[in-house]
């Protein structure tokens, strides 16, 4: 499976010494034809090239997932 990834933010994961997450765009992530997707991917280790957990989140649920998050902080 090829696909490009525009990286759009990183910063450091709180709570470890060399954690990041990182916020990207991919191109075609499930194959050729398939649509965009907002990437989050979370490292424990930055130098790790391959992060430990990461979610994919369609253009049309971004809004609800920013909602849903701004809900979870209230919580914490």
């Known amino acids: 499976m090829s696909h490009s990834a525009k990286e759009i933010k990183e910063f450091k994961l709180s709570g470890t ?4 997450i990182e916020v990207a765009i991919i191109q075609e992530p499930y194959g050729e ?7 989050i ?3 424990l280790e930055s130098s790790n090239s391959e992060p430990d957990w990461k979610v994919h989140i369609p253009k049309e649920n971004i809004d ?6 701004k809900e979870a902080k ?3």
């Open 17 to 20: 010494e060399n954690g990041k």
């Open 33 to 39: 034809g398939s649509n965009p997707v907002a990437s």
């Open 41 to 43: 991917g979370v490292f």
């Open 64 to 69: 609800e997932v920013i909602e849903a998050l």
């Open 74 to 76: 209230k919580s914490l």
